[in-house]
């Protein structure tokens, strides 16, 4: 079992930064893909970002590159979505994601077997 607890949400104006942290507590495996996924209202969900546990490369969706960084900290069992530059069509609920199993589709979320309660991102124009 993996438990996943996002953090870090909230109301940001245009061009802004916000740093989303994503608790990760139970068993994972070196080869877990940590992804992170959103979803508006009335949009499907969105893959954001995504990276190995154990290190390497990482994946970003286009909308996101350049402005959104996912990290992690071993010593805190946290991933991070590190979101500058932000736009009013970040606006969305952000849910942080585990695949233990590891994915070759890191941008499928049926990729992913365990899922935090996701935090809400708003950004005003």
């Known amino acids: 079992q993996v438990q996943l607890v996002e953090s870090g949400g909230g109301l940001v104006q245009a061009g802004g930064s916000l740093r989303l942290s994503c608790a990760v507590s139970g068993r994972t495996f070196s080869r877990t893909v940590m992804g992170w996924f959103r979803q508006a209202p009335g949009k499907e969900r969105e893959f954001v970002a995504a990276?190995?546990?154990?290190?390497?490369?990482?994946n970003y969706a286009d909308s996101v590159k350049g402005r959104f960084t996912i990290s992690r900290d071993n010593a805190k069992n946290t991933v991070y979505l590190q979101m500058n530059s932000l736009k009013p069509e970040d606006t969305a609920a952000y849910y942080c994601?585990?695949?233990?199993?590891?994915?070759?589709?890191?941008?499928?979320?049926?990729?992913?077997?365990?899922w935090g309660q996701g935090t809400q991102v708003t950004v005003s124009s």
């Open positions: 990276r190995s546990w154990s290190g390497g490369s990482t």
């Open positions: 994601a585990a695949a233990t199993f590891g994915s070759s589709w890191p941008e499928d979320y049926k990729s992913y077997n365990y």
